[in-house]
RNA sequence: GGCCCCUUCGUCUAAUGGUUAGGACAGCGGCUUUUCAAGCCGUUAACAGGGGUUCAAUUCCCCUAGGGGCUACCA
């Protein structure tokens, strides 16, 4: 079996793109599917790459980490978490990337560079308006030992730039794209520790899949440019290079990059509107990844089944909220009505206010969550669907009354009449099947129209134009509270 | 500008050197029906363009176009 260990390398900058989770549960399918790289024993690991100090948000690991959990995203290694190859933050890692960068230039692999913010400013500058790709000018690369000496003596800042080959082509190997070819020359002397000791991205990274035994490298096709010099730096040290597994980015309606402009894109944002993980993990298994049969509708469990390789593909995929808000909407209905009731109580709290104590209890936020489960796509949007169950007296105008042709004052007369065959039902009959069974009896024999009495009658009881059926309302709300309703209605 | 990646219905995506190019979401129509949903049934809709290779190309190759990414002492 395949040994398979990969890691989901964030920087703690903010909130959880929704591209990053998807990148994460990629990576986490990989390595715990059955089908994944190695039959579900793979490892999954947490590695958080601050290394920009500027960038770093308070509190963003730990925000990170909560939310990646709430998805069901688990690790096996992982700051907070132990694993024998830590520490797993870059930052408490500074030592490492000390030594290999030591080695590398003792080995003549990498060099100090000791050029000035202002030099490489001007010097880009000058470079695109000669329409010249902007790239270091190796000033520093063929520095003599006495001129660096004089430099450090000076106490001159300086970097460590990878020492790129002058000619010939670097062949790498993606596993989703195959062979991609890249011209030495094309590669910029990348910065490898900057000025205050600290590593990029760049170094850090590779020196750290090398040592906590990353197998497989999955992150955004985004790095694919700096995928060769990736690859030389792990020559350069002798260390056996990854397989690297590149995904396409997730992109905005317009096909452009999914930014916080267009709306929501962070995990976080779309938990708060009241997404679930289910429907938030499937819709990102989806992007990119299809499974060999027509099935669709995956839970974790059954991506843990079914992920693998063979079913990725390379081409960037734009983002869908409808199909999001169908899967939401579908995992919705298949919770249990206390299910339900727990899930939507924190978003219910305007309504709450307002409300009869008698009406905040959980048993009437079950029989409220019953009537409304199937018209949800977020549970966000229970707010505005349930508010006519907490509040004392409706407002809407009388004409809504009307059902089609009719005129309001004929509605009315329909509601009084109605309103004396609700009163000789019992309070313990006062059920949704046994108000349905009365009312569409008495319209029947009595020859009535249906829409001309159970239209005024749903108005009546939630002031809506849409909103559940007037039996299930009135089986929410009881005898005494429907037929003030009613009453408030003829008067 | 340079380098790199990508290209099947509006969207996510299957399949195949010879198919009526399949599914899902959305759309549309219908059924159901007091409304809205849900559900069920049906339906519109795609191989970016041009060259090759081949008996045959959506499929393989090349070019073009379009889209995207990178081009920092950010990741």
Same mark, same amino acid.
């Given at each position: 079996m395949e040994k398979a260990r990969l890691r989901l390398a964030p920087s703690p900058t903010g909130f959880l793109h929704i591209g990053n989770l998807r990148t994460a549960l990629h990576g986490y399918l990989l390595a715990k599917s059955k089908k994944g790289l190695a039959e579900g024993q793979g490892k999954f690991i947490l590695r958080i790459e601050d290394t920009d100090e500027k960038r770093e948000v308070e509190g963003a690991v730990e925000g990170l980490i909560k939310v990646l959990d709430w998805a069901g995203i688990k690790f096996d290694e992982g700051p907070g978490i132990g694993g024998e190859f830590g520490p797993y933050v870059q930052t408490q890692r500074l030592d490492t990337y000390d030594f290999y960068a030591k080695k590398l230039l003792a080995e003549n692999s990498a060099y100090r560079c000791f050029c000035t913010p202002e030099r490489l400013q001007e010097m880009r500058e000058k470079q695109s308006d000669m329409k010249l790709p902007p790239r270091y000018d190796r000033l520093c690369r063929n520095l003599n030992v006495e001129q660096i000496k004089e430099n450090m003596d000076q106490g001159k800042p300086y970097v460590v730039r990878q020492m790129m080959p002058l000619e010939g082509e670097v062949i790498v190997n993606d596993i989703l794209r195959g062979e991609i070819k890249f011209n030495a020359s094309d590669l910029d002397d990348q910065v490898l520790v900057k000025s205050n000791g600290v590593p990029t991205y760049h170094f850090a990274s590779v020196v750290d899949d090398h040592l906590m035994e990353i197998t497989h490298v999955t992150r955004g096709d985004e790095w694919l440019p700096s995928f060769p010099k990736n690859v030389l730096l792990y020559q350069a040290f002798g260390w056996e290079v990854p397989k690297f597994i590149h995904l396409a980015l997730i992109l905005n309606k317009s096909g452009g990059k999914l930014s916080k402009r267009q709306g929501d894109v962070f995990v976080e944002d779309f938990r708060a509107k009241g997404y679930l993980p289910e429907a938030i993990i499937n819709f990102c298994a989806l992007m990119g990844w299809h499974d060999k049969t027509d099935k669709e509708l995956f839970t974790m469990d059954e991506l843990l089944e079914s992920f693998s390789l063979d079913g990725m593909g390379a081409s960037p995929a734009i983002f869908d909220l409808d199909k999001l808000d169908y899967l939401n909407g579908y995992y919705l209905r298949r919770k249990s009505v206390s299910e339900l009731a727990v899930l939507i109580r924190p978003f219910l709290t305007e309504n709450l206010v307002q409300a009869h104590f008698s009406l905040q209890t959980p048993a009437y936020l079950e029989a409220v969550a019953a009537t409304v489960q199937e018209r949800l796509k977020k549970l966000s949007d229970v707010v505005d669907m349930t508010r006519f169950y907490f509040i004392d007296k409706l407002a809407f105008p009388k004409e809504m009354l009307a059902w089609k042709t009719m005129t309001s004052q004929q509605a009315i007369i329909n509601l009084q009449e109605l309103k004396t065959i609700l009163e000789q039902i019992s309070i313990d009959d006062w059920r949704t099947a046994k108000l349905e069974e009365s009312i569409m009896a008495w319209l029947k024999t009595n020859d009535k129209k249906v829409g001309e009495y159970l239209w005024p009658l749903r108005v009546a009881l939630? $002031?809506?134009?849409?909103?559940? $059926?007037p039996f299930e309302v009135m089986g929410v709300m009881g005898k005494e509270n429907s037929l003030k309703r009613v009453d408030q209605a003829i008067a």
């Open positions: 939630t $002031g809506e134009k849409y909103s559940p $059926g």
